[in-house]
């Protein structure tokens, strides 16, 4: 199975629900369904899900549709699920514990470390990780191959953070930091601004007052 070149990123952003709602599907112990039947429960028209699906492939067969389990396991093996992400938190205040506590093992996600510059939060522990001053971050970086550096601190120091972990040789930044990074260009960063999400569903909720 080869990656076409220049998919979208859109396309790449729709196949994380690809997975989840085929993950439902198994659950409820359904074998195979049609692109029509699953892009009524996603939200997509067939044509949208063949024409996405086809970007990596050739998946489901004519009059039969997709087995899927199988499509499941396509599509985990094209987003990199079968791999493991070795992945250090920095900044253990709400968002970060948040985070910490949420089960990422299905998703590949190894979290081996948590950094935070709080004296009242270093040697606490978050499911049986302690967390470490953040002055040490370097050297755990030097000492430990680090996949995936996910940033919770205040935006004032999220840059000096994300270069340190650049540095480290991380090279996946998640950042909810309110913040924009600059990185190399091997270096990905995906940003979760929360108030820039949540004023897209204000502007969203506005709207429709306005047009009633």
């Known amino acids: 199975m080869e990656k076409k070149k220049n998919i979208s990123m859109a396309v790449i952003k729709r196949l994380p629900k690809y997975h989840r709602y085929l993950n439902e599907l198994m659950k409820n112990d359904v074998d195979r369904i049609s692109s029509k039947e699953l892009g009524e429960k996603i939200g997509f028209t067939a044509s949208q899900i063949r024409q996405d699906l086809n970007c990596f492939g050739d998946f489901g067969q004519q009059g039969y549709g997709y087995n899927v389990r199988e499509l499941y396991n396509q599509i985990s093996s ?15 205040g709400n968002i970060g514990q948040a985070i910490a506590n949420y089960k990422f093992d299905k998703q590949g996600v190894n979290l081996v470390g948590i950094f935070d510059a709080n004296p009242k939060l270093v040697g606490l522990k978050i499911r049986d990780i302690e967390i470490s001053e953040i002055d040490t971050l370097k050297s755990f970086l030097s000492k430990n191959k680090i996949d995936i550096g996910i940033i919770c601190v205040p935006r004032i120091n999220a840059q000096k953070v994300c270069d340190e972990m650049v540095e480290g040789g991380v090279k996946g930044i998640w950042n909810f930091a309110p913040v924009d990074l600059s990185v190399p260009e091997d270096v990905r960063v995906e940003n979760v601004h929360l108030s820039e999400s949540l004023m897209t569903l204000i502007y969203l909720l506005h709207s429709n007052e306005e047009q009633k």
């Open 78 to 92: 094209i987003l990199g699920l079968s791999q493991k992400y070795n992945t250090v938190i920095v900044g253990a």
